[in-house]
């Protein structure tokens, strides 16, 4: 019943507070840069606009790959909710990460193709330690159960303190690596929010009306997931967990607002090298410890 | 058991009537026949084990006199083979070849004239991993064999500088395949290496097949390590029956003391890495694309490389946990890294592929050595989908060819439009290779999960990079297939129909592969690893593989919704944004002198960070390192006073 309710909440519940969170990124960025910013909803209003514009399509198969991005980005934010095995969850995030990457390319636009070329080396980037964090919780539930599990409902139900106290380098494995997928900068190198740049709008480039619109819509999911896997470091089978996580994914999505304003874009062997770096010392060491103990 | 000697004999008798078989039709004809006979036996075989038949193992030991004879007869057979080896390595001056090749005969061939040779219980077994592995080995070699026929006649009608030798080219397909029923139905150990060998030999002979120079040192370097391997496997027949008393696989994996197998154990593993092209054995497989695409094919999928991961995962349930299993898991989980990450460097199609091969290998050999019932079952399940697949892949790329005079996958750009059919078929073909849910997601699910329980921190670093780069170097081909450009012009050229034969079926066969994965891992795998650890096994649950279904569904779905109502969305079709300096389409521009140029988008191949160049050798000299060092203390345990 419960895993019905998960599904069925986060469906419709996440684009709503995805939307928000994006109306409250574009604000707090916009307060930090000293400006005033548009008001909290206006990411909904962005969307609905969207949706009422014309498409202009290059190619018709741009359509099919752009529904099976938000379709596979639903489905992995679901089954995350349904407590399903978080291997399989990442395994299906990457499926969809994969779908948009061919959306792009298929445009045989140059930049486009640039963005989904980038887009790649993102996937690149990030992929060993989206692994790793699945591997981090089945390490770690074994070692406080004698079990380990890939199964959400068990590493929530199983953990009486958060995991995060025996997964502190893969939380910071994870957050390094959650820059580069809610797209902020610096790594933000495959799709930039303002089309003057070198690479006008990367993977985007080619996408206009309702289907931008769904591109949106997939990032709000998507936001909603990755932030949903952050607090997964914190909740456990105690009460004050829940109110613990609220407070650091607040923490956590701040602190990725702050980096974006602070940091210029980097180059794509910076963030390759940084990100499989940061993963090889945080991510496999922590297991490595955490095996050894 | 008597499918069991069709399979075996037939295809060499074929192979004997396709030497004299000059007239194309005649041979296009038997091809087809005896193909076809091949599936049914193998079928037949099957339903006979696994439906009318308990699934149980069977062995047959035969009639003594007639096995002598058999003996008699494969030991003159081998010294036939080693004067052949001898005489070709001297002609092109690769004496060492035939060095190998001497030193090995004469081993094994002392061995079993001097009396020394032990008489196992069983010469043939067939349980349900042998009944997989003919399924496997009939319907996809011979397919390739048909395939062959078509792309043979244009082959020589390309390339004319090469001498047309069709009457040994097809016999030596059927030669392999006739040995490789026989390596995987043998149980004794010598009938086995027999086997072995004339894989290692007819896989020598088909890579020379052009005769050209570059040919001919590729030829030989498969040789070389191959018969290198073959010396490891006599010498693990030897102390086997010298020190053990045993002389048939099975009664080596199921002996009681592991610590005195470990020697005889770790050889073949060593046998069988050389023969997966396994680090640092990798480079043969390579050097073997430069034979006609039907033999790389059957190399890569069907057999040879499938005989080395074929002996691990017979091993696996007495490597787990053993120095054996640590040396072939982390021989495997090294290549699958290295070999993904070589991948993404080349555009060369075959290469790719190559690779991808090396490296989906890896993955079964570190499968086979961690040796868990889960392991094994991820590395049974990737078996079969890597052969489907890339046969399917080799033959996409070698029509491909034909048809363009090309392989590179730059060239592939917009192959959905200029070429549909064939890229469909890639397409299938490399969805069944990596993208989730197909075989690699399992697999990698599975060999994750054993890795971190046996807590071997190497592997799952191996696993997670891997998975990476695996991805990577897929999906920038997938990229290049799909992307449809202005004013492409349609393919001209016909591809041959036994092409297509073969390439649909392999594409149906995929699809089926896929669908009835649930029940094929619950009726087949499962019942077939319970039989390997003598005990019940359930691997996946129901649940997590009706997941799987439903994903797969949906990739297939999805796609075909949006496809219906693609027409009813109002859209306005336009050209691709070039930040106004358009000429006219989505390719052309005004360059800053105002001329007219043309765009060209190619993928990138990130060869100064994982070129060959650059992780090669310290690659193959990090392999060797390995191997010497496992293999020398599993060798100082015999000295050390365990025997």
Redesign the interface.
Known sequence: MSTIIGIIAFIVFAPFAGGLLSGIDRKLTARMQGRIGPPILQPFYDVKKLLNK????????Q???M??FL??IV?TGA?FCGG??I??VF??L??AA?FL??EA?????????MG??RE??Q??SY???V??T??GF??AT?FSTGT?T?NLHEIVDNSPIPNIVYLPGVFIGFLYILTIKLRKSPFDISMSHHAHQEM?KGVT??LSG?LMALMEISHWYENVFLLLVVSLFIICDAWWSIPLAVVVVAAAFFLEILIDNTSARVKW?VM?KSA?AV??VFG?IN??IL?LI | MEFIEFLILFPFLIAGVLAVTQNNTARKTIVYLSGGIIIAAAIALAVSQLVLGSGNAKTWRGEESLIHIVDYAMLAVEAFLMVLVVILSIKHRKYYAGLLSVIGTVLVGWFELSGRAVKGTANLYCDRLTVVMCLVIAVIGSLICMYAVGYMHDYHHHHTEYKDRRTFFFPMLFVFLGAMFGLVTSSNLIWIYFFWEITSISSFLLIGYTRTKEAVNNSFRALWMNLLGGLGFAAAIVLAGMRLNVGTLQELVSYSDKALILVPVILLAFAAITKSAQMPFSRWLLGAMVAPTPTSALLHSATMVKAGVYLLLRLAPVMGGELSGTMVSVIGGFTFLIASMLAITVSDGKKVLAYSTISNLGLITACAGVGSPDTVWAGVLLLMFHAVSKSMLFQAVGSFENATGSRNIEDMHGLMRSYPRLAIIMVIGIAGMFLAPFGMLISKWAALKAFVDAKNIFLVVSIVFGSATTMLYWTKWLAKILICKADTHKVTHKTPGSEWTSLFTHAALMIVLCVSLPISSKRLIEPLLSQLYSKTVSVLSVEDLIIMVIMMFMIFVVPAVAGLFVHKIKVKPVITYMSGINNGDDRRFIGSFGERKLQYLSNWYMVDYFGEKRIWKPAVYVATALIVIFISLAISTLTGGVI
């Open positions: 014309e498409i202009l399509l290059i190619n018709n198969m359509i099919l790959f529904w099976c379709v596979f489905f089954l399903s095995n291997l399989l395994f299906v990457t499926t994969m990457v061919l390319s298929l445009t045989n636009s140059a930049y486009a193709t989904a070329n790649m080396i996937m690149l992929e060993p330690m692994l790793l699945a591997v089945y390490v074994a380990g890939f006008v480039t080619e309702g062997d390759l499989w993963t090889l496999c297991v490595f095996q």
